[in-house]
C-alpha cells in the first residue's frame, strides 16, 4: 500500500456529531477524510460519550449559535477556504439552518469559480419509517437542497425530501427525479434501498445513483450487493466521507469537469460512465471491507468484554450484553486502513 | 509501506483540546494514535475553532463536571476499557483534578493485572518563562504525578513540577531525579531542551529522557538533532501521541514488560538500550520528517492564502500576514502518513 495521497490538495468541512469512544458521524468522517488524505475541519456538532444505540449516554450540543460563532472563527482568521463540505448530524432545525448558512456562503464565494465549492449533504432525519429528529427538520433541509451538490438519503429520507413515497424501482426512480426537477439536486445516492426487486435477489442490498443532464433528466444508476447480516452504525457517516473523497478524485481525473459547477458530466456521460458511479464502486467496496472485518471481530469483543466485567451477575445481565454486542459491533476502522485506502474487492454499478 | 498496525490492539483515552481547523491538542493526538493503529477514544476538553497562536478564536471549553460526566458515560456502557491514557491540554485545576480522578480510577482497576494501563501525561501548563494557565493548575499537576507513567514536560515545565531550577545539564538531570524521587514517576521525557552545552551545536535541539531503576535512581539518555528554525504549534501533542504508540510498541516486544507496572526495564538495562530510548528515536524522527515537510510547504500556503484575499488592502495588511503565516505553519500531517508510521532517518539517543 502507497501512502500517497489519491486526491490533489482538498481542504474539507466536516460538520457532524462527535462521540469520545466509537464511530459515528464525525467520528467516521474525520478519519476517513483524514487518512485519504483531505485537511480536514472537524466541527463538532455534539459531543457526547457514545452513540445513542448504547441507549444511556452523556455531553452536550452545540446550540446553532455556537455552530455559527465556530465558522466565524474560522473566517476571522482566513481558515474558511473550503473546497469541500460534508454535513453530517446536526441537532435541530436551528442547528440545519445554521450549517447551511456556512454552505451557502461559501457556495456564493466561489460563485466565481465554479466547481470550487462541492457540498456533500447527508440529510440525517431518519430511517425505516421512523423520524429521529423533530418534525421542523424537515423543511429546514428541504429548504437547503437547491444549495448542495451531492445529497445522500436513505429511502425513508429521500421520500421525506421527495415527497415521492417509494414503494417499487419506478417510484424511485420518480423521487430522484423530482429531487434533480424540484429541488436542482445535481447528484443524488439513495444509500439503502429495500425494495423487493428481480435483480435484487435475497441478502443482497441495493444503492441507486445520479447525476442529472444539463435539462434535469436522471441518469440512473444502481449497485446490488451482498447484504452483511448485522445492524451497524455510523455506516452512513462512512458511505459519507468515502463518497466525498471518492467524487473529489474520480472529478479529479478531468480538469474541465472539475472547473464546472457541481462537477457534472456532458450530457453524453452514461449513467454507469459517471464519476459518481466509479466513486460509488470505490466507497461500497471499501464498505464491504470495513464490514466484513467488523462482523469477524464481534463475538471475540462480546467475550472479552463480558469477561472483563466484575461480576457473574453482570456478565449474564441482558443490558449488559447488550452493551457488549453495542461495543463489538463498532466499525472496525482505525486497523483497516488499507481497505479505506486500496479496497481489493469490486463491487459494479450496472445501469438501472 | 504496509499498513499493518505497528502495536498490538491498544485502546487509548485521549484527553486534549479540539481545534475545528488546524493541527493542535486532540486534533493532532487523535489523528496520529488512529492512523499507527490505537483505537483511540477522544475527549474534547475545549471546541474551538482555531489555536490561540492566531490571537482571535471562538469556541466553548468543557467543565470539570462535563468531563466527569463524558467518562462516566463512558463506564457506565462498559467502554472505559483502555490500555492507555494520554492527557494533554485542560482547562483550569478542576478539569485537571477531574482527568486526574479518571486516570486514578483507571489506574486502580488495573492494580491486579500490572501493565494493563499506561498514563502519558503532558503536564501542559506553558514554556519559555511564561505560565499559560492558572496558578493553581500548578499543584492540580504536582498532585497527579504519583499515577502517571509517563510525563513529558518541556523544560520549563519540568522545572514547574520538579522545584528545580534548570540551569545546565546538571540542574536538568536533578530536576529529572527529583521527578522519580519525590514524585514516583517511572518514565520522563523533557521533550525541549533549551541548555549550551558543547554536545548540543548551535542549531540543534536536544530532548532528555530517564526510565528510573527499582531503587529510584535516573537512567539518563538524550538525543540531538537539527532544530528547524520556525515556529510551530502542536509539536508537543505530536510528541505525546507518537510517544504513547512507540513506547507501547518498544514494550510490546517483551511480554514480561508488557505485565509490569509502568513497563520498567530491568535495572540492568542500560539508559541507551531502554523501551523510552527506541522509542524517543521514533518519535523524533518522524517529527523531524513531519516539520520538514511542513517548513517547505509554508511560503505557497503564505502565497495561495494572501493571493485569494478579496481586495489589496486585505493582502498587504500586517495583521492578515501574520494570519497568512499561522495557517502555514500548522502541521503538514494528513499528506505526511508514512513519516508517522515509517520514518525514514533515524535519530539515535546516546548516553547523557
Known amino acids: 500500500m502507497s501512502a500517497a495521497p489519491i486526491v490533489p490538495p482538498t481542504r474539507v468541512l466536516a460538520v457532524a456529531s462527535h462521540v469520545v469512544s466509537g464511530y459515528v458521524g464525525n467520528k467516521v468522517a474525520v478519519f476517513v477524510l483524514q487518512s485519504l488524505g483531505c485537511d ?6 455534539v459531543q457526547f460519550s457514545n452513540h445513542t444505540g448504547y441507549r444511556h449516554w452523556t455531553g452536550t450540543k452545540a446550540t446553532a449559535q455556537e455552530i455559527s460563532d465556530l465558522y466565524r472563527g474560522l473566517k476571522d482568521n482566513y481558515i474558511n477556504d473550503f473546497d469541500m463540505m ?13 450549517v447551511g448558512a456556512i454552505a451557502k456562503e461559501l457556495k456564493a464565494a466561489s460563485q466565481q469559480r465554479p466547481g470550487d465549492f462541492f457540498w456533500v449533504l447527508d440529510p440525517v432525519m431518519g430511517d425505516n419509517g421512523n423520524l429521529y429528529v423533530a418534525a421542523d427538520v424537515v423543511p429546514a433541509y428541504k429548504s437547503l437542497l437547491s444549495y448542495a451538490d451531492l445529497i445522500i438519503p436513505n429511502q425513508f429520507e429521500a421520500e421525506l425530501l421527495s415527497e415521492v413515497k ?6 424511485l426512480a420518480a423521487a430522484i427525479q423530482a429531487l434533480h426537477t424540484k429541488h436542482r439536486v445535481p447528484h443524488v445516492v439513495i444509500t439503502s434501498v429495500s425494495i423487493a426487486s428481480p435483480d435484487v435477489p435475497a441478502g443482497h442490498l441495493c444503492v441507486v445513483g445520479s ?16 447484504s452483511i447480516d448485522c445492524y451497524f452504525c455510523g455506516t452512513g457517516d462512512m458511505f459519507g466521507a468515502l463518497v466525498t473523497v471518492r467524487m473529489r478524485e474520480a472529478a479529479a481525473t478531468s480538469p474541465s469537469l472539475m472547473a464546472r459547477g457541481s462537477w457534472v ?9 459517471l464519476p459518481l458511479a466509479r466513486a460509488t464502486e470505490k466507497v461500497l467496496a471499501s464498505m464491504h471491507e470495513v464490514l466484513t472485518h467488523t462482523k469477524d471481530a464481534m463475538q471475540g469483543v462480546v467475550d472479552r468484554t463480558l469477561a472483563a466485567m466484575a461480576t457473574e451477575e453482570e456478565r449474564s445481565g441482558e443490558k449488559q450484553r447488550m452493551l457488549a454486542g453495542k461495543k463489538a459491533a ?13 479496497p481489493e474487492k469490486s463491487i459494479e454499478v450496472r445501469p438501472f
Open 166 to 171: 417509494i414503494t417499487d424501482m419506478d417510484s
Open 330 to 342: 463498532e466499525l472496525q476502522l482505525v486497523r483497516n486502513l488499507d481497505c479505506l485506502r486500496t
Open 40 to 45: 480536514t475541519a472537524a466541527l463538532n456538532t
Open 265 to 273: 458530466s456532458d450530457d453524453d456521460v452514461a449513467a454507469v460512465d
Open 211 to 226: 447525476t442529472m443532464t444539463s435539462t434535469g433528466g436522471a441518469r440512473l444508476f444502481k449497485a446490488v450487493f451482498p
Open 86 to 98: 460534508l454535513s453530517g448530524y446536526i441537532p435541530g432545525a436551528e442547528g440545519v439552518l445554521a
